[in-house]
């Protein structure tokens, strides 16, 4: 059994994996009760005896010989009903002394909720990462080493030794392996003093690594978004469901800028792995008369396609209409010409919904394969609408 979990949590890596699955129907609630990003942080001791044993990530992406006692975070991701994307570091020290920028050990691995990888898409992922190693030991005066293409059971990956001097003048190097899996991009870093670069301990980390492709499917599917933290608009229009911060898929939290007859919220989502970015925003319109279909999709051509599609006419915007009791809803699906900075980005998905005066336009943009993984979907179902709340305060 481990021990690595101090907060009561003694279970091994498995185990783990086989408790976080079952807490998914309430998504990273069982997570957030210990941390507010969905994390478990354990602490490492400072000096202790340096102990190692086989660690299996609950991620599924790996398992690897790793020190007993390590820090430890995981964020799941769960982008549909079906299937998690995983976040994941492990890091310690590799003599059990503290943990510094210049003695450090640590594994990171995270995945794409899109679909699976390419070869061509590996290549980039990983001539991506390794500059960022090779730039950051530039910026120190560091000397790369070896920066070479490598593979393991038929996934590609990378090499990377680097020596730089700490700021008394002694050497030190930091080894560093990247993969990618199908679905994963895994950093294996060994940072430490020269003399201990080369160690059986240090080799044995690197070559101990195993890593697994695929990504976790649940067996049965969970209700989207339990968990997630609740934001309600400051105009009190509508209120939505969002991941809590985490560096990798969520980075920021909403932002909100309001007046009187409009609001809008600004929100994005980060693929970790492919670095593809979802916008997903929400605006707001108060109306000097009742909306309706045509002033419903009035609104969305010009405030959302126009911006997007300058040459498009209102006569060739094809929308999807339905009339309920309670609300009425207008969809919209256009292929975009994307922008250079962000070439992927080529799909938009719009939503709207109005009663009485109020209209509410959920507006994502996104490239054809993340509009796919049914995330969009799903977050335009989760919205609640309640315009007769509606309360204007000035900020």
């Given at each position: 059994m481990r021990?690595?979990?101090?907060?009561?949590?003694?279970?091994?890596?498995?185990?783990?994996?086989?408790?976080?699955?079952?807490?998914?129907?309430?998504?990273?609630?069982?997570?957030?009760?210990?941390?507010?990003?969905?994390?478990?942080?354990?602490?490492?001791?400072?000096?202790?005896?340096?102990?190692?044993?086989?660690?299996?990530?609950?991620?599924?992406?790996?398992?690897t010989k790793f020190p007993q006692?390590?820090?430890?975070?995981v964020f799941p991701f769960r982008f549909n009903n079906e299937k998690v994307a995983f976040s994941v570091d492990i890091l310690s020290?590799?003599?059990?002394?503290?943990?510094?920028?210049?003695?450090?050990?640590?594994?990171?691995?995270?995945?794409?909720?899109?679909?699976?990888?390419?070869?061509?898409?590996a290549k980039k992922i990983l001539s991506r990462e390794s500059e960022k190693y090779i730039s950051s030991a530039e910026?120190?005066?560091?000397?790369?080493?070896?920066?070479?293409?490598?593979?393991?059971?038929?996934?590609?990956?990378?090499?990377?030794?680097?020596?730089?001097?700490?700021?008394?003048?002694?050497?030190?190097?930091?080894?560093?392996?990247?993969?990618?899996?199908?679905?994963?991009k895994i950093e294996q870093v060994l940072t430490t003093s020269m003399q201990n670069i080369h160690t059986y301990r240090s080799d044995d980390f690197f070559e101990s690594l195993k890593i697994y492709d695929g990504i976790t499917s649940l067996a049965k599917p969970k209700k989207f978004?339990?968990?997630?933290?609740?934001?309600t608009s400051k105009n009190n229009v509508f209120t939505v469901k969002l991941p809590p911060v985490n560096a990798d898929f969520v980075p920021y939290p909403p932002r909100f800028k309001t007046k009187p007859t409009h609001e809008?919220?600004?929100?994005?989502?980060?693929?970790?792995?492919?670095?593809?970015?979802?916008?997903?925003?929400?605006?707001?319109?108060?109306?000097?008369?009742?909306?309706?279909?045509?002033?419903?999709?009035?609104?969305l051509f010009s405030q959302h396609v126009k911006k997007y599609v300058r040459t498009a006419?209102?006569?060739?915007?094809?929308?999807?209409?339905?009339?309920?009791?309670?609300?009425?809803?207008?969809?919209?699906r256009l292929i975009i010409?994307?922008?250079?900075?962000?070439p992927y980005l080529t799909t938009l998905l719009l939503n709207g919904q109005y009663k009485d005066n109020i209209v509410v336009v959920q507006e994502i943009l996104s490239s054809t394969n993340h509009a796919k993984s049914k995330l969009p979907l799903l977050l335009q179902n989760s919205l609640k609408f309640h315009p007769e709340q509606y309360k204007y305060e000035k900020q």
């Open positions: 021990r690595n979990f101090s907060i009561h949590l003694f279970y091994s890596s498995r185990q783990m994996k086989l408790v976080l699955l079952a807490c998914f129907s309430v998504a990273a609630i069982c997570l957030a009760s210990l941390n507010a990003a969905a994390q478990f942080e354990v602490p490492v001791g400072d000096g202790e005896e340096v102990k190692w044993e086989r660690h299996e990530s609950v991620s599924g992406v790996f398992e006692n390590y820090q430890y975070k020290s590799p003599d059990g002394h503290k943990i510094t920028k210049d003695n450090n050990i640590m594994i990171h691995a995270a995945q794409t909720f899109g679909k699976s990888l390419t070869t061509k898409q910026k120190i005066g560091g000397l790369v080493i070896e920066n070479k293409d490598i593979e393991y059971k038929g996934f590609l990956g990378k090499n990377i030794y680097i020596t730089y001097l700490n700021e008394n003048g002694e050497k030190f190097g930091t080894h560093v392996r990247l993969y990618v899996t199908d679905y994963s978004g339990n968990g997630w933290d609740v934001y809008k919220m600004y929100f994005s989502f980060v693929d970790p792995v492919t670095q593809e970015v979802i916008y997903y925003n929400v605006y707001s319109y108060k109306l000097d008369r009742t909306a309706n279909y045509t002033i419903a999709k009035r609104i006419s209102i006569d060739g915007f094809k929308t999807d209409g339905i009339a309920g009791k309670q609300t009425n809803i207008i969809n919209a010409s994307p922008p250079k900075s962000k």
